[in-house]
Each structure stands twice: as C-alpha cells, then as structure tokens.
C-alpha cells in the first residue's frame, strides 16, 4: 500500500460502475483515497453536488479509507491543501490517454511533487462514462449494469418525477391482485 493521500477528481455525474471499479481498486492500493468531486460552475449537471455527494458517499460506506469530499478551482491547489502526494485518473481509451496525459504534464509543470496514476477500469466497463450514461438514461434507454443500483434508481427518479407515484401506484395495485388471488383460493376450498 501507498502511504499517503490520492486524489480521484471528476464530475461523477452520474457515479458509474466503472467509478466504483477504481474507486475500490484505488483504496486497495493508497492508505487513503479521496474522491472529489469537481465543482464546475460553467456546466449543467444532471445532479447538484450534493445528490452525487449522497450517491458516492452510499456507494463508498464500506470503504474505511475513501472519503468524499467537493472543490473547485486548480486540482492542483486542492491536493496541495490535503498535502496529497498523488492523482488517480481513469482511462477506457486512447481518446482519455492524450487528455489525460496532458494534464498529467501540465499537473507535473505546476506542482513536481504530484503525480499522476492511470488506472485502466475493468473491460466490462471500458466503454462507460457519465456522458453516455446520461444520453442512454435520457433517451429511455436501460443503464442496468452500467451504475450502480442506486444511482440507476436517482437516475429514473430524476428523468421521471411521477416515477415514485407510479411505482407506488403500481405495487398497491400488485397487492391487490395478490390479495384477490388468496380470497379466491380461500373461496374454493371452504
């Protein structure tokens, strides 16, 4: 194990499966892994800040030695203010290498002592990111296997606000017909 403090900065918006995979990955190998979450004023995300601080912080509760945290500003500012010695960064495809890789330069340029750690993600989630997560979900498309259960069930809550009363609708009227089907057996053999 790595002494000392990562950092694995992103959006997160949504938490993906493939997150979750170098999350736990990367707390296997830092004595302590921060995910933090990018505070970007010039985008529109689907979730506040504080929704993908609720989703990572339940996905992570088991993990003793990650913690949640948000910033905004320089990454590079942020890791010196934890006194972080390393960045954790993903990368699916030759596409993220040359943007990663640019950053890891120009995160070297300001700060020397910092460096950078790519991780590959598994391959079942080598093509999944936020971004087609979002346009799938949007689209009305399944995201099973691609996030994890809960931000799969935000996910619906968010593109369909009348998803929770549906879905309650839905089971009251399932223990219904369960409630029928009993009376009916009872009814034939008394």
Known sequence: ??????????????????????????????????????????????????????????????????????????MVEYAKSLEATCILRGIRAISDYEYELQMALMNRKLEPTLETVFMMPADKYSYVSSRLVREVAQAGGPVKGLVPEVVEQKLREKLDPAYKLRDARVSEVLGKRDLDKRDKKRKKKA
Request: charged fraction near 30%; proline fraction near 7%; glycine fraction near 6%.
């Open 1 to 74: 194990m790595h002494k000392g403090i990562a950092i694995y900065p992103g959006s997160f918006d949504p938490p993906t499966n493939g997150h979750l995979d170098l999350i736990e990955r990367g707390a296997k190998i830092f004595e302590e892994l921060v995910v933090a979450i990018l505070r970007n004023s010039e985008k529109s995300p689907m979730f506040s800040v504080p929704e993908r601080l609720e989703m990572l912080r339940e996905l992570t509760v088991d993990l003793e030695n990650v913690r949640i945290d948000t910033f905004d500003g320089l």
